[in-house]
């Protein structure tokens, strides 16, 4: 009995050895391996082990050693696997067309999973591309800690004109770090702009019988107050039929203060501004716009409800276009409705920026400039998803061929119609005064906070942001 | 116990090494000054700041002792041995995981993972294999040839698996690498330190040095610590200083730091935001912790009995903690979903349900689990105790089993009921057991990252208006999202501060019943 | 006696009734229990198998459906059931869409309404007035009956078509007719889902990353928890309390600086960087120290007297006694590794799906814009089903042990 019991522990013994000795082959394998790999994979992840050596690696140097000087790493957002494949063949074609560079385009993530997480990290970790994209208002933060290089000097020598691409982003790229104004920086070029406008779902608005803000809009009877009455209309059709929708973040209600004469910031973004008397008057509307139930509820994501057919209006950039693009209901956009002091809308950029780390420059310039060339322009905004920065007829021309949605002119229209441009705030940090205001809004317009309360403490809670 | 092993060892006894080893421990007192002073000069080692001087000092000591092994081992002193052994083991580690780190040996994992990929089926027949043979093993008359050939199987499923993987080009490039001018430095000195390491661990070398077996003892606890102790120093122990200098700075990341004392703490007393999440928090914690553990207790006490089922009751209800955090969670965002989520749609039946019984008029109540800033926090709660409650219900279990059976037996012989019977004895016995599984819940419980951080969108992962704000969330906003590291150690200290008074309240009063007495 | 006997009987049927009841309410909160653990992975493995659409259906339906087709003058079209004249429902398609039409109320009661075209319809040129409001008159024709009724509004219908009999028609609003469905899976979701990601990658990278981090935590672990509890060297218990004191320290406090280590390793956005750092675990350190502090000295001293080294006896006699909790440690740390969310989040680039371990697929489809939540769903049953088989497997360590270990 305990013979076999001594037995089978060797038995055991043994198999638990060889598992052992597999598992340490294993790791075996997978710390010497690579030089296999290598041939077969183009990934740059494999790259660094072999230079990436011993303490003599600094911390912020930048991108894999390995990779050639002439190898430009670039990256964009894309918001959707379509967008992501456009760039991917934007980067080759323009690959194909440089000759003694490289390009390696790596799909940033998406917003939704954390683009500008995933940037920052790779910037703390110093392996951040050459060249990527930035929200507009980010600008100020990247420049003022120089993680970003001034490109004037290149750009002067390749003969670029700040005056092809619409000036209000432009305004923000030129701007100097030390006096907040614009000057003689440039701290790179506009990848696309944006503005607001409604996707509207005609299905609903003809079941509902309410009148077609196309047409409204067409005969200038486009107000806050046809507005609202279209969206209790459609809701009216009860259920789980709602009127409008809008995401929770700081584009769309100020989008509203923006109709209402109101904003974020005094004209020279200095100051705080959300307790002037327009401001407050675009929250009022906003708020009693939610106080009914004929809209999706605040922090609610309207676009599943949109896409799934029971919401009419719903607010939102040119970027949603892919993806309303697969619904199976009769869908266009219309301008959003002109508030109390005419017409207001955002101007939404962002921007190809240079890593202030490049060992290339000079290439990773020319990059900037063949992304932003009027022909790539259009052949992004042939899918949709953009309108071109450049004032360049060919690309506006690209875009508007782009159909469904038929009235793309209602982007367009929301950029001549008195946009306020997206912009960082050169004199404080952005981040912080969105964080703050952020959440006392959402509580003023879900009623959980008095409008008068807010009026007189907003600008106070924002302080912070421009110490 | 310190009777040497052998006594008088002459001059001409001396092994042939012993003139070699001392050579060596000169080498190596040698290399180690070398070290201090580049590090000192800032020659070739880039380390900033107060890391700089922390290496220095290590170094120093360093120095010192090989200065000191250098007589010792000549005096031939049983210190000598202890000393050599120890600096020549750290010398072999460390630098030989300088060259593998040089030769990209950590991070070749990736290049592996590319062709697993390819090869991951082999793995299945390994596993298939190892199964088969357990079942052969455990049949009543063990079938041998079926063992066998499942054995085989598993081996050829392993071999084949590791040459898909790429073992063989990995170990011809592993050599190519290692010679490799800047990495075989390294090795040049890593190897003959771990061969002096491996001879002093020798019993010659016991016998020459005239070492106890104490001595001999602590060198095998060192030993066997090693490869534990080493790491957690590099990446636990080491880390966890760094984080406490950095807390006393300001720091970007990106440009130096600059040291502001207690500032980032002051700042953090008048943080609207902190001071949000700490509340945020409390009010997690003492509605979801309850929640976990006291039905779970309740649970525990109805399985802990000899009917049918209950081992698959057990099982369905440890699913939730398996099922990964991250998957869970967008189930549950999902059914949170106020227009067209389960959640809603069940309360609305069950309104009506109940309307219809009783003939009343009740309104179906339908929050906005996620997007309301009055209602967010529950929802969280909910997706908490869900999948906390069947793991703390099986640590219930367990501690019940321990409970002795005529206990309850006497009780039900006085006529006590089964809830007399919960009360009287299970709830009093079970008190170290609780005391276990509320500290484990509530560590859980502060640390509340991933469920708002999923329910919410990354860039807005403090939920609509900062109501599922938690310290870790914010911590990971100042750090990944906004270049305030500084800060967001600072947040993580007061964390932690937060996490040991709570958790040292309860075993000082758990202690008392005998909980760490383990 | 038989009183006695009786009453015998009674108080034992009266045991035996109240048995029942408790065991009964016992089983009734069992089962509700579990229920609720359960429904959501119903819910999940149902909607991995659902169409895009289905997923946003209101009011919710359990099984996967879609809509019921069929071929008419050589097209595919879509079948609803719609209301026919007369009463009823008749298997129809949709003909045509966006006809104008008006909202028809009953002159007597301005609830029961009708959608009708407009063209089937004429003003009277009268008015009525309803519930204080004034509405114009028209008479509907509605098939062979025609009837005067108000028009509330405009709103437009479909015309319908029944699928056997052409000369069937009929108008109703298109959104409320009921759409004839079929239950139906539909498997090419888990198709879609490993080619849009990458998936099969981040599931191959996450199981490898387990192996590593399971095998190399054991390693550790036994070696540390050998020499805590059985060699004798100085410093040893001081040592061992500044192991468990640590158990205490949240993973968060490292988090930054370990990621700027990683950065100096140049181990950013590897596998690596998920594996090296967490082979070290004071806790499986701890497991083991308790459970060899237990095993009988004399099993190694005998072993000992025959010249035994301390790594032979550990190997031999130590390990293959301590099976139950490295089982338990090893499920423990599968559980880690598998499910570990924040420190991938943050070490391994968003940007390369490469190296994507499965939290991190996960998260990032679930925030990708335009992906249905069926596709998520399904992502999500990939991700659990090896846990899940595991489990199924393993359930003596998972449950037993890991309650046991965990209080002693």
Same mark, same amino acid.
């Given at each position: 009995?305990?013979?076999?019991?001594?037995?089978?522990?060797?038995?055991?013994?043994?198999?638990?050895?060889?598992?052992?000795?597999?598992?340490?082959?294993?790791?075996?394998?997978?710390?010497?391996?690579?030089?296999?790999?290598?041939?077969?994979?183009?990934?740059?992840?494999?790259?660094?082990?072999?230079?990436?050596?011993?303490?003599?690696?600094?911390?912020?140097?930048?991108?894999?050693?390995?990779?050639?000087?002439?190898?430009?790493?670039?990256?964009?957002?894309?918001?959707?696997?379509?967008?992501?494949?456009?760039?991917?063949?934007?980067?080759?074609?323009?690959?194909?067309?440089?000759?003694?560079?490289?390009?390696?385009?790596?799909?940033?993530?998406?917003?939704?999973?954390?683009?500008?997480?995933?940037?920052?990290?790779?910037?703390?970790?110093?392996?951040?591309?050459?060249?990527?994209?930035?929200?507009?208002?980010?600008?100020?933060?990247?420049?003022?800690?120089?993680?970003?290089?001034?490109?004037?000097?290149?750009?002067?020598?390749?003969?670029?004109?700040?005056?092809?691409?619409?000036?209000?982003?432009?305004?923000?790229?030129?701007?100097?770090?030390?006096?907040?104004?614009?000057?003689?920086?440039?701290?790179?070029?506009?990848?696309?702009?944006?503005?607001?406008?409604?996707?509207?779902?005609?299905?609903?608005?003809?079941?509902?019988?309410?009148?077609?803000?196309?047409?409204?809009?067409?005969?200038?009877?486009?107000?806050?107050?046809?507005?609202?009455?279209?969206?209790?209309?459609?809701?009216?059709?009860?259920?789980?039929?709602?009127?409008?929708?809008?995401?929770?973040?700081?584009?769309?209600?100020?989008?509203?203060?923006?109709?209402?004469?109101?904003?974020?910031?005094?004209?020279?973004?200095?100051?705080?501004?959300?307790?002037?008397?327009?401001?407050?008057?675009?929250?009022?509307?906003?708020?009693?716009?939610?106080?009914?139930?004929?809209?999706?509820?605040?922090?609610?994501?309207?676009?599943?409800?949109?896409?799934?057919?029971?919401?009419?209006?719903?607010?939102?950039?040119?970027?949603?276009?892919?993806?309303?693009?697969?619904?199976?209901?009769?869908?266009?956009?219309?301008?959003?409705?002109?508030?109390?002091?005419?017409?207001?809308?955002?101007?939404?950029?962002?921007?190809?920026?240079?890593?202030?780390?490049?060992?290339?420059?000079?290439?990773?310039?020319?990059?900037?400039?063949?992304?932003?060339?009027?022909?790539?322009?259009?052949?992004?905004?042939?899918?949709?998803?953009?309108?071109?920065?450049?004032?360049?007829?060919?690309?506006?021309?690209?875009?508007?061929?782009?159909?469904?949605?038929?009235?793309?002119?209602?982007?367009?229209?929301?950029?001549?119609?008195?946009?306020?441009?997206?912009?960082?705030?050169?004199?404080?940090?952005?981040?912080?005064?969105?964080?703050?205001?952020?959440?006392?809004?959402?509580?003023?317009?879900?009623?959980?906070?008095?409008?008068?309360?807010?009026?007189?403490?907003?600008?106070?809670?924002?302080?912070?942001?421009?110490? | 116990?310190?009777?040497?092993?052998?006594?008088?060892?002459?001059?001409?006894?001396?092994?042939?090494?012993?003139?070699?080893?001392?050579?060596?421990?000169?080498?190596?007192?040698?290399?180690?000054?070398?070290?201090?002073?580049?590090?000192?000069? &800032?020659?070739?080692?880039?380390?900033?700041?107060?890391?700089?001087?922390?290496?220095?000092?290590?170094?120093?000591?360093?120095?010192?002792?090989?200065?000191?092994?250098?007589?010792?081992?000549?005096?031939?002193?049983?210190?000598?041995?202890?000393?050599?052994?120890?600096?020549?083991?750290?010398?072999?580690?460390?630098?030989?995981?300088?060259?593998?780190?040089?030769?990209?040996?950590?991070?070749?994992?990736?290049?592996?993972?590319?062709?697993?990929?390819?090869?991951?089926?082999?793995?299945?027949?390994?596993?298939?294999?190892?199964?088969?043979?357990?079942?052969?093993?455990?049949?009543?008359?063990?079938?041998?040839?079926?063992?066998?050939?499942?054995?085989?199987?598993?081996?050829?499923?392993?071999?084949?698996?590791?040459?898909?993987?790429?073992?063989?080009?990995?170990?011809?490039?592993?050599?190519?690498?290692?010679?490799?001018?800047?990495?075989?430095?390294?090795?040049?000195?890593?190897?003959?330190?771990?061969?002096?390491?491996?001879?002093?661990?020798?019993?010659?070398?016991?016998?020459?040095?005239?070492?106890?077996?104490?001595?001999?003892?602590?060198?095998?606890?060192?030993?066997?610590?090693?490869?534990?102790?080493?790491?957690?120093?590099?990446?636990?122990?080491?880390?966890?200083?760094?984080?406490?200098?950095?807390?006393?700075?300001?720091?970007?990341?990106?440009?130096?730091?600059?040291?502001?004392?207690?500032?980032?703490?002051?700042?953090?007393?008048?943080?609207?935001?902190?001071?949000?999440?700490?509340?945020?928090?409390?009010?997690?914690?003492?509605?979801?912790?309850?929640?976990?553990?006291?039905?779970?207790?309740?649970?525990?006490?109805?399985?802990?009995? &000899?009917?049918?089922?209950?081992?698959?009751?057990?099982?369905?209800?440890?699913?939730?903690?398996?099922?990964?955090?991250?998957?869970?969670?967008?189930?549950?965002?999902?059914?949170?979903?106020?227009?067209?989520?389960?959640?809603?749609?069940?309360?609305?039946? #069950?309104?009506?349900?109940?309307?219809?019984?009783?003939?009343?008029?009740?309104?179906?109540?339908?929050?906005?689990?996620?997007?309301?800033?009055?209602? #967010?926090?529950?929802?969280?709660?909910?997706?908490?105790?869900?999948?906390?409650?069947?793991?703390?219900?099986?640590?219930?279990?367990?501690?019940?089993?321990?409970?002795?059976?005529?206990?309850?037996?006497?009780?039900?012989?006085?006529?006590?009921?089964?809830?007399?019977?919960?009360?009287?004895?299970?709830?009093?016995?079970?008190?170290?057991?609780?005391?276990?599984?509320?500290?484990?819940?509530?560590?859980?419980?502060?640390?509340?990252?991933?469920?708002?951080?999923?329910?919410?969108?990354?860039? #807005?992962?403090?939920?609509?208006?900062?109501?599922?704000?938690?310290?870790?969330?914010?911590?990971?906003?100042?750090?990944?999202?906004?270049?305030?590291?500084?800060?967001?150690?600072?947040?993580?200290?007061?964390?932690?501060?937060?996490?040991?008074?709570?958790?040292?309240?309860?075993?000082?009063?758990?202690?008392?019943?005998?909980?760490?007495?383990? | 006696?038989?009183?006695?006997?009786?009453?015998?009987?009674?108080?034992?049927?009266?045991?035996?009734?109240?048995?029942?009841? !408790?065991?009964?309410?016992?089983?009734?909160?069992?089962?509700?229990?579990?229920?609720?653990?359960?429904?959501?992975?119903?819910?999940?493995?149902?909607?991995?198998?659902?169409?895009?659409?289905?997923?946003?259906?209101?009011?919710?339906?359990?099984?996967?459906?879609?809509?019921?087709?069929? $071929?008419?003058?050589?097209?595919?079209?879509?079948?609803?059931?719609?209301?026919? @004249?007369?009463?009823? $429902?008749?298997?129809?398609?949709?003909?045509?869409?966006?006809?104008?039409?008006?909202?028809?109320?009953?002159?007597?009661?301005?609830?029961?309404?009708?959608?009708?075209?407009?063209?089937?319809?004429?003003?009277?040129?009268?008015? @009525?007035?309803?519930?204080?409001?004034?509405?114009?008159?028209?008479?509907?024709?509605?098939?062979?009956?025609?009837?005067?009724?108000?028009?509330?509004?405009?709103?437009?219908?479909?015309?319908?078509?029944?699928?056997?009999?052409?000369?069937?028609?009929?108008?109703?609003?298109?959104?409320?007719?009921?759409?004839?469905?079929?239950?139906?899976?539909?498997?090419?979701?888990?198709?879609?889902?490993?080619?849009?990601?990458?998936?099969?990658?981040?599931?191959?990278? $996450?199981?490898?990353?387990?192996?590593?981090?399971?095998?190399?935590?054991?390693?550790?672990?036994?070696?540390?928890?050998?020499?805590?509890?059985?060699?004798?060297?100085?410093?040893?218990?001081?040592?061992?309390?500044?192991?468990?004191?640590?158990?205490?320290?949240?993973?968060?406090?490292?988090? !930054?600086?370990?990621?700027?280590?990683?950065?100096?390793?140049?181990?950013?956005?590897?596998?690596?960087?998920?594996?090296?750092?967490?082979?070290?675990?004071?806790?499986?350190?701890?497991?083991?120290?308790?459970?060899?502090?237990?095993?009988?000295?004399?099993?190694?001293?005998?072993?000992?007297?025959?010249?035994?080294?301390?790594?032979?006896?550990?190997?031999?006699?130590?390990?293959?006694?301590?099976?139950?909790?490295?089982? $338990?440690?090893?499920?423990?740390?599968?559980?880690?590794?598998?499910?570990?969310?924040?420190?991938?989040?943050?070490?391994?680039?968003?940007?390369?799906?490469?190296?994507? !371990?499965?939290?991190?697929?996960?998260?990032?489809?679930?925030?990708?814009?335009?992906?249905?939540?069926?596709?998520?769903?399904?992502?999500?049953?990939?991700?659990?089903?090896?846990?899940?088989?595991?489990?199924?497997?393993?359930?003596?360590?998972?449950?037993?042990? @890991?309650?046991?270990?965990?209080?002693?």
């Amino acid at each position: 009995m305990k013979n076999t019991q001594v037995l089978k522990r060797k038995e055991n013994m043994k198999i638990r050895m060889i598992a052992l000795l597999a598992i340490l082959a294993l790791v075996a394998a997978a710390c010497g391996d690579g030089g296999e790999a290598d041939s077969e994979t183009t990934t740059t992840t494999a790259a660094p082990a072999v230079t990436e050596t011993t303490v003599a690696e600094t911390p912020v140097e930048p991108d894999e050693p390995m990779v050639d000087a002439s190898t430009i790493r670039w990256m964009t957002r894309p918001d959707n696997p379509e967008e992501a494949a456009v760039y991917s063949e934007i980067s080759d074609q323009i690959s194909a067309g440089m000759d003694d560079i490289e390009l390696v385009y790596e799909p940033g993530s998406n917003e939704g999973a954390g683009y500008q997480q995933t940037l920052l990290t790779n910037l703390s970790a110093g392996t951040a591309p050459d060249v990527f994209w930035i929200p507009g208002t980010d600008i100020a933060d990247f420049a003022s800690r120089d993680v970003i290089l001034d490109l004037r000097e290149y750009a002067t020598a390749t003969g670029h004109n700040d005056a092809d691409f619409y000036p209000g982003p432009m305004g923000h790229l030129t701007t100097d770090v030390d006096t907040g104004q614009p000057g003689d920086a440039l701290w790179g070029l506009p990848r696309d702009v944006s503005t607001f406008a409604l996707y509207i779902n005609n299905d609903l608005i003809a079941e509902a019988g309410v009148d077609d803000p196309r047409e409204l809009e067409a005969n200038g009877e486009w107000t806050w107050e046809k507005f609202q009455e279209v969206s209790d209309g459609i809701a009216a059709l009860g259920g789980e039929i709602k009127g409008y929708g809008q995401s929770a973040w700081w584009g769309p209600y100020g989008a509203w203060m923006n109709g209402a004469g109101g904003g974020f910031f005094t004209a020279d973004r200095s100051a705080c501004a959300l307790d002037s008397a327009e401001s407050i008057e675009g929250l009022t509307f906003l708020r009693e716009l939610y106080s009914g139930d004929s809209v999706i509820p605040y922090g609610e994501d309207p676009e599943p409800p949109f896409r799934a057919g029971t919401v009419g209006m719903f607010q939102n950039g040119r970027w949603a276009t892919p993806g309303i693009r697969t619904v199976d209901f009769d869908w266009d956009v219309v301008g959003l409705p002109t508030g109390p002091s005419g017409p207001g809308n955002w101007l939404f950029w962002g921007a190809y920026v240079v890593n202030a780390n490049t060992e290339n420059p000079e290439a990773a310039w020319s990059l900037v400039e063949a992304l932003t060339t009027a022909e790539t322009q259009a052949q992004i905004s042939a899918l949709g998803a953009n309108i071109p920065s450049r004032v360049s007829q060919d690309a506006l021309d690209a875009f508007l061929g782009f159909t469904p949605p038929a009235n793309n002119q209602a982007f367009l229209d929301g950029l001549s119609n008195n946009p306020t441009t997206e912009g960082p705030l050169w004199a404080g940090s952005w981040p912080e005064y969105v964080t703050a205001m952020d959440g006392a809004i959402q509580e003023v317009v879900t009623g959980s906070r008095d409008l008068s309360d807010f009026e007189a403490n907003i600008c106070s809670e924002t302080a912070g942001a421009f110490s | 116990m310190t009777t040497k092993l052998t006594e008088g060892i002459t001059q001409e006894d001396l092994p042939t090494w012993f003139k070699p080893l001392v050579a060596w421990r000169v080498v190596v007192a040698i290399i180690v000054s070398l070290t201090l002073a580049a590090t000192i000069l &800032k020659r070739g080692i880039e380390v900033e700041g107060l890391l700089r001087w922390t290496l220095a000092l290590g170094l120093l000591g360093a120095v010192v002792a090989s200065v000191l092994a250098i007589r010792w081992t000549s005096a031939r002193e049983h210190r000598g041995r202890l000393a050599g052994f120890v600096l020549d083991s750290l010398l072999a580690v460390i630098l030989g995981f300088v060259a593998l780190n040089g030769m990209g040996m950590f991070t070749g994992i990736d290049a592996v993972g590319e062709a697993f990929n390819g090869s991951v089926g082999w793995l299945g027949i390994v596993i298939i294999g190892w199964l088969v043979q357990g079942y052969a093993a455990r049949t009543e008359a063990p079938q041998v040839a079926l063992r066998q050939v499942a054995r085989w199987t598993m081996i050829t499923g392993l071999v084949v698996l590791l040459l898909a993987v790429g073992l063989i080009p990995g170990i011809i490039e592993f050599f190519r690498r290692a010679v490799q001018p800047d990495v075989l430095v390294f090795w040049v000195i890593a190897i003959p330190a771990g061969m002096f390491a491996r001879m002093g661990w020798t019993d010659s070398a016991a016998q020459l040095f005239e070492t106890t077996e104490s001595q001999t003892e602590t060198m095998d606890g060192l030993l066997f610590v090693a490869p534990n102790a080493l790491g957690f120093l590099a990446f636990f122990a080491g880390p966890l200083v760094v984080s406490l200098f950095i807390s006393f700075t300001e720091w970007d990341g990106l440009t130096a730091a600059t040291f502001v004392g207690f500032q980032n703490y002051i700042d953090l007393l008048s943080d609207n935001l902190f001071l949000r999440s700490l509340r945020n928090i409390v009010v997690f914690s003492a509605l979801a912790i309850p929640l976990a553990v006291g039905p779970a207790l309740l649970l525990a006490s109805l399985l802990n009995s &000899k009917l049918p089922g209950m081992k698959a009751f057990r099982a369905v209800y440890f699913l939730p903690s398996i099922a990964g955090v991250v998957g869970v969670t967008l189930i549950w965002k999902q059914l949170f979903n106020s227009t067209v989520g389960y959640l809603n749609f069940m309360i609305l039946k #069950a309104t009506e349900w109940i309307n219809a019984l009783f003939g009343l008029e009740l309104e179906a109540a339908q929050p906005q689990w996620i997007s309301d800033s009055n209602i #967010a926090l529950f929802a969280v709660v909910i997706l908490f105790v869900w999948q906390q409650i069947g793991f703390n219900t099986v640590l219930f279990l367990a501690g019940m089993q321990g409970i002795d059976r005529t206990l309850y037996e006497a009780a039900e012989i006085d006529g006590a009921g089964p809830w007399r019977r919960f009360t009287a004895i299970t709830v009093p016995t079970l008190r170290p057991t609780t005391v276990f599984v509320v500290a484990t819940t509530t560590i859980l419980a502060l640390q509340l990252f991933n469920e708002p951080f999923i329910l919410n969108s990354p860039n #807005a992962p403090a939920g609509p208006a900062n109501s599922t704000l938690t310290p870790v969330v914010y911590l990971y906003q100042k750090a990944f999202q906004q270049f305030q590291i500084g800060y967001a150690s600072a947040v993580a200290w007061a964390l932690f501060i937060l996490i040991f008074g709570v958790t040292l309240l309860y075993f000082r009063r758990g202690g008392e019943d005998g909980v760490l007495s383990a | 006696m038989t009183t006695l006997d009786s009453q015998a009987t009674r108080h034992r049927r009266r045991k035996i009734l109240r048995t029942i009841g !408790v065991r009964g309410g016992a089983y009734g909160i069992l089962i509700l229990v579990a229920l609720a653990m359960l429904f959501p992975f119903f819910y999940m493995a149902a909607t991995a198998v659902k169409t895009a659409d289905d997923t946003f259906r209101y009011p919710p339906k359990i099984l996967p459906r879609s809509a019921a087709t069929a $071929t008419v003058a050589g097209e595919e079209v879509e079948l609803f059931n719609a209301p026919i @004249v007369g009463g009823g $429902t008749e298997v129809t398609y949709l003909a045509e869409s966006g006809i104008r039409a008006g909202l028809f109320a009953n002159l007597d009661d301005v609830e029961d309404t009708i959608a009708w075209p407009l063209d089937r319809a004429t003003d009277t040129g009268s008015t @009525v007035v309803l519930d204080e409001e004034t509405f114009p008159v028209y008479d509907v024709q509605v098939g062979d009956e025609s009837s005067q009724r108000a028009l509330v509004r405009n709103t437009s219908v479909g015309r319908f078509v029944a699928i056997d009999d052409a000369s069937v028609e009929s108008f109703a609003v298109v959104r409320t007719t009921e759409p004839a469905e079929t239950v139906e899976a539909q498997w090419q979701n888990f198709g879609e889902v490993i080619e849009l990601r990458d998936f099969d990658r981040s599931l191959t990278n $996450t199981i490898l990353v387990t192996i590593l981090v399971v095998a190399g935590t054991l390693f550790t672990s036994i070696t540390g928890g050998y020499a805590f509890s059985r060699v004798r060297f100085a410093g040893r218990d001081k040592i061992f309390v500044a192991y468990v004191g640590s158990i205490m320290i949240p993973f968060v406090v490292l988090i !930054v600086p370990l990621f700027r280590l990683i950065v100096a390793l140049g181990w950013v956005n590897t596998l690596g960087s998920l594996v090296w750092p967490f082979l070290f675990n004071a806790y499986g350190t701890f497991l083991m120290r308790q459970f060899f502090v237990a095993i009988p000295k004399e099993l190694e001293e005998a072993a000992f007297v025959d010249g035994a080294r301390r790594w032979t006896i550990l190997w031999t006699i130590f390990v293959p006694l301590a099976w139950p909790a490295i089982a $338990t440690l090893a499920t423990f740390m599968f559980l880690y590794a598998w499910n570990s969310f924040i420190w991938p989040l943050v070490s391994i680039n968003l940007a390369n799906s490469d190296d994507f !371990v499965l939290t991190l697929a996960l998260q990032t489809l679930g925030g990708q814009s335009g992906e249905g939540p069926n596709l998520i769903f399904a992502a999500i049953v990939l991700s659990v089903m090896i846990p899940f088989t595991v489990f199924i497997m393993a359930q003596r360590y998972f449950v037993e042990n @890991v309650a046991s270990s965990g209080i002693k």
